[in-house]
């Protein structure tokens, strides 16, 4: 293999989306450089063919880069590369087309900064590559948005914007401690950092925020419902390389034993996936339902981490298997969420049931992914790990409520035109391309899982099934035309409960919304009866009137915020 | 007296002598003007570069004449002289041509680019200077060149800003002198050494030392927009947007934060300033500054005056960074010197040009200019990026030395400073750029001029995008040879922090 070669394309995996970016925004260069868009990732889809671990220094990069492709590497580039060919295949912002150029350069540049995240092999590399995902992807999903979109945007970058003082400064700490910023220094010098549990805090949080973890997960859910078809797959790569990748690369899962943050981890996830089930139980929009199924994966990441945490052999098994695993959950995850809404098209002949088929098969791969790591586990502790089986229920209910839920807008929308929601700047998918790519994505998904199954037993495999199956029950259950059978009779303990609860936040909410705001206008009018001319007032009603901006909020909370962390910092000092 | 002795007086007169003579020339006389303008930037830049290479390679430039008995003008280029020097003389090219462009058609333009040279030239004497009297000559010679340019405009608010910059900065020269002198009385020297002069003296002089620290921080403080002696800066932003730039990213501003480093490292000595218990109520200080400045950005519609308040709190990085007293922290502190003022001077180059092109001037106005204007607003965006510390942006750079020498010395706390100025700064500069790049523009701007099929003149549009192309490289090739971080690592190696 030639090293230059392959040193080459290692750089071109990052840079050629970049110069692409460039080239798109001068004149002379725009028409060929919007035609290759697609082809954006093709370096990197071509490295991931490589066999070989390549290591490129870079000395004058930022503190001294380094590019690299390892195991973990190579499987996050294949999916990361697939997702972002595909939202360049669906979203090709043709020549000519409104603001095409704008669309581009955010679209090359947030697949640079995706792909970039991949082959980092130090923490400010990785950090650049994220920010550069992360606001480019931003841009990319309020481009010229409706109006719901705005909302989900504006929570979006808040939370980018706490992912990355968080983040950095959790990489001060681990660069101050380690005195490098690679990720084997970094790693290492975890172990035995002296504030080991506030940088393990800081980093759940930083990466949290991209993975999904509850309480940090609020762009998510909107994001999901809003985004446009096209850049779906894009938001799925960007859950996994920028917030479990960050995990993956910088815990040293295998080579510590810490009881306690492993409890705390589980703890974690049984809130996060208990939260999960919850909402994904009240939703009715099979997209917020994905967005659920995201969040559960998440919990179960957390599950598995604190799992590891607690007993550190079990890293041995699920070492070689977790990067498959995650690409079959990656690309089962992104097919769902492209053929969502699209399975309503009019199909005719032997193909009728083509796409409800895809979408059967990707919810199945998905409901595989914790079925198979579940499988691995009970291969080493003897018997199915229990936290892990709630996982997979949760993950089991929700995939199939989602699908169930989206095969009966099918069948309520048949014979009904189907809209796709894209701007008139993106390229308008064919349903017939977006069906393609999504079946790709699907048959990449069950590659992976074919690889996964072939290494476990029936046995081991056993447990797992019965939970899955058990939670698939449940979800058929839980979907819209059975909830009609089980509606409380007239008359019963349970609607009497339900009736009051409405009343009860019916009422909450008036007097919140309009009755307060009406007492406070009455009570300051008769006050100034009194005090006609005080300044004190048209100051308060400043004051006031500045409270109704939201950076004033901001700040607010900012103050809040720096009061909390300055009361940390003096025990942390 | 050799070839090497004279180079800094050459750079030092490369401004002075055109600028003298632009004084004398005819409004008309547009071509000789910027000829002479342009030659004597290059000529600058180019003997500043002779002299990099030297200091490099350890050479030495030193230029001493005769002042008074005892005393001497002295020009040196030592690393951090020089460090200063080539920021002065790189973005002040950059300027004149954005400035020629800008000034197209004005009046008094030969007084404009007199007054300018002359900044240039007390900014670039400061930097060189060797000791506190040549400090304090040029330092008094950049407030009288500078107020001219800010009341350039000749209206009444112009009139008004210059008046309080000169109170202000008259005020702060007053307590500088008066530092010096004291400081003269007790020492008999004001050469700059390179880890102070300071440390010798006697343990009851210590409580009158800390009284002269005070009166030269504050004398510098007033130029540095330290709170609360900051009140000039916001109202000088209704200068002329080449000098709001200058005055920013180089001269006014950056000469006090840069007269701190100079306090602190060259006149007490930073270990014996720590020692004293003057560096613990400085950082402070400078926190505050850092936290108020971006709280006050954020509720400005004006966007020339969002940036002013920006400055404020950028600033004051520099002098955070001198106070934390570490190596690591001082290299944050001293590269920031430069990478703030590529960012800041971008800013102020691209809200000059909307300002120009299409009669913006409030953050209120900016709804779709990206689409109108999309390489003003390219470079804007790199900017403001740069200041909120995104990598892989020069501040960015500047933020990570910052917080690793506070975490290397056990100032936790500054590293909560740190985050919670990018968070306010994120506060204020995302919502603008969300307006220029994703909202929908208005049917009519205030008052457009129209340049073809260019979204402004070139002369305007060239400068912001090479400053922000730097700001990106300082960021992102902040390791190699020459670049701001190695030089700012070649002065605490060599000055500082000698092992």
């Given at each position: 293999m030639n090293t230059l070669f392959d040193a080459t394309l290692l750089l071109l995996v990052m840079i050629w989306p970049l110069l692409l970016a460039v080239a798109v925004s001068f004149s002379a260069t725009r028409a060929v450089a919007l035609r290759l868009v697609p082809w954006a990732a093709l370096p990197a889809l071509v490295l991931t063919g490589l066999f070989f671990d390549q290591a490129l220094h870079l000395p004058g990069v930022l503190l001294g880069s380094v590019l690299v492709l390892d195991d973990l590497g190579r499987v996050f580039l294949l999916l990361v590369a697939t997702l972002w060919t595909a939202v360049g295949l669906l979203a090709w912002p043709r020549p000519g087309t409104t603001d095409a150029e704008r669309y581009a350069v955010l679209l090359l540049l947030a697949m640079a900064g995706g792909l970039g995240l991949v082959v980092a092999a130090d923490i400010l590399l990785f950090f650049t590559a994220g920010t550069l995902t992360s606001y480019a992807l931003y841009g990319l999903l309020v481009s010229d948005a409706e109006d719901s979109t705005r909302p989900a945007g504006r929570i979006l970058v808040i939370l980018l914007v706490v992912s990355d003082l968080v983040l950095f400064e959790c990489l001060l700490l681990l660069g101050q401690a380690a005195g490098g910023v690679e990720f084997t220094v970094v790693r290492?010098?975890?172990?035995?950092?002296?504030?080991?549990g506030l940088v393990l805090g800081l980093m759940i949080v930083g990466f949290g925020i991209k993975a999904g973890v509850v309480g940090v997960h609020f762009w998510l859910t909107p994001v999901f419902v809003s985004a446009v078809p096209a850049l779906r797959p894009a938001l799925i790569g960007f859950i996994f390389s920028a917030g479990l990748l960050g995990w993956l690369r910088l815990l040293p899962f295998g080579e510590s034993h810490w009881p306690g943050e492993g409890i705390m981890l589980q703890w974690l996830a049984w809130v996060t996936l208990g939260y999960a089930v919850f909402m994904g139980l009240l939703h009715r929009q099979q997209r917020a339902i994905l967005a659920c199924v995201a969040i559960a994966l998440t919990g179960y990441w957390l599950m598995l981490m604190g799992s590891v945490f607690l007993q550190p052999t079990l890293w041995s098994e699920i070492d070689d298997a977790l990067p498959f695993i995650l690409l079959q959950a990656g690309f089962g995850l992104a097919a769902l969420m492209l053929l969502d809404g699209q399975t309503g098209w009019q199909v005719r002949g032997r193909l009728r049931y083509f796409p409800r088929g895809v979408l059967c098969l990707a919810a199945l791969l998905l409901v595989t992914v914790p079925v198979i790591l579940t499988g691995h586990v009970a291969k080493v502790v003897g018997m199915m790990a229990e936290p892990l089986a709630w996982a997979l229920a949760a993950i089991t209910l929700l995939t199939l409520r989602s699908v169930l839920l989206m095969v009966s807008t099918v069948h309520d929308s048949r014979g009904l035109k189907v809209t796709l929601k894209e701007t008139q700047h993106f390229a308008q998918a064919s349903t017939t391309r977006t069906l393609l790519v999504a079946s790709g994505l699907t048959v990449a998904s069950l590659l992976a899982a074919v690889n996964n199954l072939i290494e476990l037993s029936a046995d081991v495999l056993w447990g797992p099934i019965l939970v899955a199956a058990a939670a698939a029950l449940l979800a058929w259950l839980s979907t819209a035309s059975r909830v009609q059978h089980l509606l409380p009779a007239p008359g019963s303990l349970q609607l009497r409960i339900n009736r009051r609860l409405i009343s009860f936040l019916t009422h909450g909410r008036r007097v919140v919304g309009e009755q307060l705001p009406d007492w406070r206008a009455t009570w300051l009018a008769s006050l100034q009866r009194y005090r006609p001319h005080a300044d004190s007032w048209r100051f308060i009603d400043r004051i006031e009137h500045r409270l109704g901006h939201w950076p004033v909020v901001l700040v607010i909370l900012l103050l809040l915020g720096q009061l909390v962390a300055w009361l940390g910092g003096c025990v942390f000092c | 007296m050799n070839w090497n002795a004279w180079i800094p007086l050459l750079v030092v007169a490369s401004s002075l002598l055109p600028g003298l003579f632009i004084f004398a020339l005819a409004e008309d006389r547009v071509r000789l003007r910027t000829t002479l303008n342009l030659a004597a930037a290059l000529v600058k830049l180019a003997l500043v570069g002779w002299m990099l290479w030297g200091v490099y390679q350890g050479q030495h430039y030193e230029t001493r004449l005769a002042l008074l008995p005892e005393l001497e003008l002295v020009l040196r280029a030592g690393p951090l002289a020089l460090f200063f020097v080539t920021l002065s003389a790189v973005l002040w090219l950059l300027t004149t041509v954005y400035a020629i462009g800008y000034l197209e058609g004005s009046?008094?333009?030969?007084?404009?680019?007199?007054?300018?040279?002359?900044?240039?030239?007390?900014?670039?004497?400061?930097?060189?200077?060797?000791?506190?009297?040549?400090?304090?000559?040029?330092?008094?010679?950049?407030?009288?060149?500078?107020?001219?340019?800010?009341?350039?405009?000749?209206?009444?608010?112009?009139?008004?800003?210059?008046?309080?910059?000169?109170?202000?900065?008259?005020?702060?020269?007053?307590?500088?002198?008066?530092?010096?002198?004291?400081?003269?009385?007790?020492?008999?020297?004001?050469?700059?050494?390179?880890?102070?002069?300071?440390?010798?003296?006697?343990?009851?002089?210590?409580?009158?030392?800390?009284?002269?620290?005070?009166?030269?921080?504050?004398?510098?403080?007033?130029?540095?927009?330290?709170?609360?002696?900051?009140?000039?800066?916001?109202?000088?932003?209704?200068?002329?947007?080449?000098?709001?730039?200058?005055?920013?990213?180089?001269?006014?501003?950056?000469?006090?934060?840069?007269?701190?480093?100079?306090?602190?490292?060259?006149?007490?000595g930073v270990e014996f300033a720590a020692s004293l218990g003057v560096t613990k109520p400085l950082a402070l200080l400078a926190a505050i500054t850092i936290i108020y400045g971006s709280l006050r950005a954020l509720f400005q519609d004006d966007l020339k005056r969002r940036l002013a308040f920006s400055t404020v709190s950028q600033v004051s990085y520099i002098v955070l960074g001198v106070a934390i007293a570490g190596p690591v922290a001082t290299i944050g502190g001293v590269v920031h010197l430069v990478h703030q003022g590529l960012m800041k001077i971008t800013l102020f180059f691209c809200a000059g040009n909307l300002a120009e092109t299409l009669g913006i001037h409030k953050v209120s106005e900016m709804n779709g200019v990206g689409r109108r204007m999309p390489w003003t607003m390219a470079a804007f965006t790199v900017g403001a990026f740069g200041m909120m510390g995104a990598p892989p942006i020069a501040g960015f750079i500047s933020k990570w030395h910052l917080g690793l020498g506070a975490l290397e010395v056990g100032q936790g706390w500054v590293v909560l400073v740190l985050a919670g100025s990018s968070l306010l700064n994120a506060a204020y500069f995302l919502p603008i750029l969300h307006a220029a790049w994703f909202r929908q523009p208005p049917n009519a701007w205030p008052q457009e001029h129209a340049y073809g099929r260019q979204e402004t003149a070139w002369a305007l549009l060239l400068p912001p995008v090479v400053t922000a192309l730097l700001a990106l490289a300082a960021g992102l090739f902040a390791l190699l040879p020459f670049s701001p971080l190695e030089w700012a690592n070649l002065i605490a190696r060599r000055e500082f922090y000698p092992l």
């Open positions: 290492q010098a975890l172990l035995s950092i002296e504030h080991r | 009046l008094n333009r030969s007084r404009f680019f007199g007054f300018f040279s002359l900044c240039v030239t007390a900014t670039v004497g400061v930097a060189l200077a060797g000791n506190l009297i040549t400090f304090l000559l040029f330092y008094e010679l950049l407030t009288l060149s500078t107020y001219p340019l800010i009341v350039h405009r000749g209206t009444e608010v112009a009139r008004r800003a210059g008046q309080s910059y000169l109170i202000y900065t008259f005020c702060g020269g007053a307590l500088l002198l008066l530092g010096t002198v004291w400081l003269y009385t007790l020492t008999g020297t004001l050469e700059f050494t390179p880890r102070g002069f300071l440390s010798g003296l006697d343990e009851e002089y210590h409580s009158v030392l800390i009284i002269i620290f005070v009166l030269l921080i504050a004398g510098l403080g007033v130029k540095a927009a330290l709170v609360p002696l900051h009140g000039w800066l916001p109202q000088a932003m209704v200068a002329p947007a080449p000098v709001s730039a200058l005055l920013h990213a180089v001269a006014v501003v950056k000469v006090g934060a840069f007269g701190i480093v100079r306090v602190v490292y060259e006149v007490f």
